[in-house]
Structures are given as structure tokens and as C-alpha cells.
């Protein structure tokens, strides 16, 4: 009979497996996928390259989507919305902070949220591609993308490759690979100190 592991083996191992699974990214529905893909074959079909996925502005996209969240939709949300009355997010600025962004890397791109029942497929990509958001999916300048949904909402959010709409990691901030590497050595260092004591 194999003999049952140590505490201080366990927690080792707990230690250096635990970071590595928080590093990997993983999506829980394939919304975002199908949407990226639909919105890609769209630009082909228009003879404009495809958008790549942009890690900063999926998180602005998702703190914009949670604020939408368990909203209903109307003619002052999302691709219905009249000139004029969008909805004003006063806490705008807390939203860049978390995504580690500036106005000045954002002011080139571009927001767009759409309110589909069920976020069914089709309709959802049809939000984007037939309507008022399709000037902006036609935009030549446009090369990176974010997207997120929650609820019945979905945001998409269009970046640049130019410096003032590229939504680069502000300079001086952490960038969330770095302090994930300086706490994944944290716990490895506590770990074997864990190990060596006993």
C-alpha cells in the first residue's frame, strides 16, 4: 500500500499547480468565438483584413458588458441606439484603470454594444454586420478586436495599431503577465520554504 502524501508535499503541489492553471485563459461559452468569426468572414467578404484579438480590449469590453448586464434592450442601448443618447458610463474611468489603460491609447477606437435575446448567433453577428456598427467593421483602420458578453449583451470593442487606439498597457502599470510571474515565484519560493522546514 502506497503511502498517503505528506502535508507539506501537498502543499507544494498545490503551490505550483494553482498558479498555472490562473495564467491559462479560458472562455466558458464560445459566444465571443463564434462572434470573432462571423465578424472576420464579414470583413473578407469585404476585402478588409482580419481582426485579431486584442487581450485589453476584451477587458474593457468586459466591464462594459457588466454594466449592461440583466439591462433590457431598447432604442437607447446598443446597435438601436439614436444619435445622441448613448449611455454615459460615469464610471468610465474606473473601467480603464482595471484593463491598465489610458484615454489616450482608446480615442482611436471604438465601442460598440449590441442586445440579442439569447445572444442566438446569426442575429447577434447581424447587430454588427446590418447595422449602424458596419461603418466601423468597413473601417480600414481598425486591426484588433475585443469582445464579451454578458446577459443578453454582447461589446464589441475595435482597437488600432496606432498609438492612440492600440489600448496598450498604460507604461508604469503592471502588466498582468509580470505580476503573475512575480506571484507564481512567490508561491514556488513559499513552497520550498514550506519544504525545507519539515
Known sequence: ??????FSTLITILIIIIPALL???VRSD???DQLLKGINSYRTTQ???PLTENKNAACLAEQIAEQFKGQAC???TGDDTVPGTEQQFPNFPDFLDQCHLNASVIRDGTIMPACVPGLEPNLLLSNFTKSQYSEY???TQF???GI???GNWAVVVLSTNTPTGNYATVSGNDSSSSVALRSSLLLLMLGLLIVLLN
Open 1 to 6: 500500500m502506497a503511502s498517503p502524501l505528506s
Open 23 to 25: 495564467q491559462c485563459p
Open 30 to 32: 464560445d459566444t465571443g
Open 47 to 49: 476585402n478588409l483584413s
Open 74 to 76: 431598447s432604442n437607447t
Open 137 to 139: 467593421l468597413n473601417g
Open 143 to 145: 486591426t484588433g478586436i
Open 148 to 150: 464579451a458578453d454578458e
